[in-house]
């Protein structure tokens, strides 16, 4: 009996080994390759992380159309690893990874961080995927080398806005001071985002819903439009949306212009029934025919294209620098309290910044609501249109309750929060973040308290003006 199970346990070792050393061969034959010509081939840091991206095989769930290992069609082991690979395409895509390697370009910010955060974390790849695919295994010097090609990035195409030496390498940089605008442009658009005319019945205009007094929202769990009638989903904010992907949650929008002329013909918010009629009411003033015409020249027209374009270069405008964050990331060390530091830190390694990164602290990629936890069990009530996210514009499955990332620029002066208005305080939304978008569903007190004062050190400056002072009543200023 004893030789026997002996050599039941030999057949298994050497089934098992073989196994291992045929996916060993099988992964590195069918892995992603570089062309002789790519550029990465000459970069030292892009090569090393390449190599490990490629060893690791992340791109078995976190690509399509891949040839997979024999044992992804085997029965129960298939449905098990269709699961994996759900779940891996719904985290992230690394497609655009490997092209950029191909290029020699830079992936985005998001797509950095995202990538920066798990190996932070130590999370991939998983441990039962390691059990058949010893070579996966990431050193520390693997993983050191991927957190070295993304700072090096970093610093080689995104350290363009103010940020000291020593923290080019952050996910998170200063706002600019400016952008390149066109000054008539400006001028015209700022007036149309004030006019009431655009509206249906005379009575809204973009500043309505988009309150530059206060965080550029209307603080409502969803927005009013003409007639009292209310929308389906919480009002972004307009400040610093020009750093944003696109615009509106689901991201239907690819610009600020075409964002400017969604709600003007929605009859549950500005309620205009077209643009002839807009573009008329407009030609009737006399102020607005020399804008126009300094704007696009003396044969301008009045339509959707030259008003929404305005009021997209006049938003453009509507940027926060100067924050006591961005004034820390400029080598200010005294800008930040303790407690804000601690925060940062804690925001990173919890893996917020990985997905609000870059200028904005967020607007640089889609994600789905409940990535980590079932927000919309827990939240309870029936799912709505206006949950369903970027599905609503692809018909995606993979979409299903996936939004624009928002920006957390000024977060303290935008509640309520969430799509859909459900949360009221920061501590809140903190919490529920932590819970249903990153691994730590649980963080103390603390940690929440000194998350909340780096957020708050996310307050800039518009015009000169603090958003805060801004936002106070006359008596109080």
């Known amino acids: ?37 790519s550029p990465t081939l000459k970069d030292p840091a892009a090569l090393a992380a390449f190599n490990v991206i490629r060893e690791a095989r992340c791109d078995y769930c976190h690509a399509v159309g891949r ?27 690394i497609e655009p990874v490997l092209e950029a390697f191909k290029n020699g370009t830079a992936p985005t910010e998001e797509q950095l961080s995202r990538i920066e955060e798990v190996i932070t974390q130590n999370r991939m790849p998983p441990t039962a995927y390691l059990l058949m695919h010893w070579h996966a295994h990431l050193s520390d010097g693997d993983r050191q080398a991927v957190l070295k090609w993304v700072e090096d990035t970093r610093r080689k195409y995104y350290a363009d806005t ?35 005319t655009l509206s249906g019945d005379g009575t809204l205009n973009c500043a309505s819903c988009h309150d530059l007094n206060h965080g550029g929202v209307d603080h409502l769990v969803t927005a009013t439009g003409i007639s009292g009638q209310k929308g389906p989903i919480n009002v972004p904010t307009v400040y610093d949306a020009y750093f944003k992907i696109a615009q509106f949650w689901n991201g239907r929008a690819k610009d600020l212009a075409a964002q400017a002329a969604g709600p003007v013909m929605n009859p549950v918010e500005m309620g205009s029934h077209d643009w002839t009629g807009v573009a008329q ?86 994600e789905a609501m409940g990535l980590e936890g079932d927000y919309f069990k827990d939240r309870g009530g029936k799912l709505t249109a206006a949950d369903e996210g970027r599905f609503d514009v692809t018909h995606n499955p993979e979409d299903h309750s996936r ?16 799509h859909d208005g459900s949360v009221k305080t920061l501590d809140e939304a903190v919490r529920k973040m932590a819970k249903y978008q990153t691994p730590d569903a649980a963080i103390s007190d603390q940690d929440v308290s000194d998350i909340v004062a780096f957020l708050k050190s996310l307050t800039g400056k518009y015009d000169g003006h603090s958003l805060v002072e801004m936002g106070q009543p006359a008596a109080a200023q």
Request: aromatic fraction near 12%.
């Open 1 to 37: 009996m004893r030789r026997f199970i002996a050599s039941l346990v030999g057949v298994g070792v050497l089934a098992y080994g073989g196994t291992i050393a045929f996916l060993t061969h099988f992964d590195h034959v069918t892995a992603p390759q570089l062309p002789a010509a």
């Open 67 to 93: 040839d997979l290992p024999f044992y992804f069609k085997l029965p129960i082991a298939k449905q098990l690893m269709e699961s994996d690979l759900h779940q891996g395409l719904r985290h992230f895509r």
């Open 162 to 196: 103010g940020a000291a030496s020593q923290f080019t390498g952050e996910p998170v940089r200063p706002v600019p001071a400016s952008i390149p605008v066109d000054a008539a442009k400006v001028e015209l658009g700022r007036k149309l985002f004030f006019d009431k």
């Open 281 to 366: 009411k407009l030609e009737a003033n006399p102020d607005y025919t020399p804008l126009f015409q300094s704007a696009f020249g003396p044969d301008a027209k009045i339509d959707l294209a030259t008003i929404t374009t305005a009021i997209a270069e006049f938003e453009k405008t509507l940027i926060t620098p100067d924050s006591p964050f961005d004034e820390y990331l400029k080598g200010n060390a005294s800008a930040l309290s303790e407690q804000a530091k601690r925060g940062y830190e804690k925001f990173k390694s919890i893996g917020c910044s990985g997905c609000h990164s870059g200028i904005a602290l967020g607007g640089g990629a889609y």
């Open 403 to 418: 939004f624009v990332v928002p920006t957390l620029r000024n977060i303290d002066q935008t509640a309520p929060y969430f």
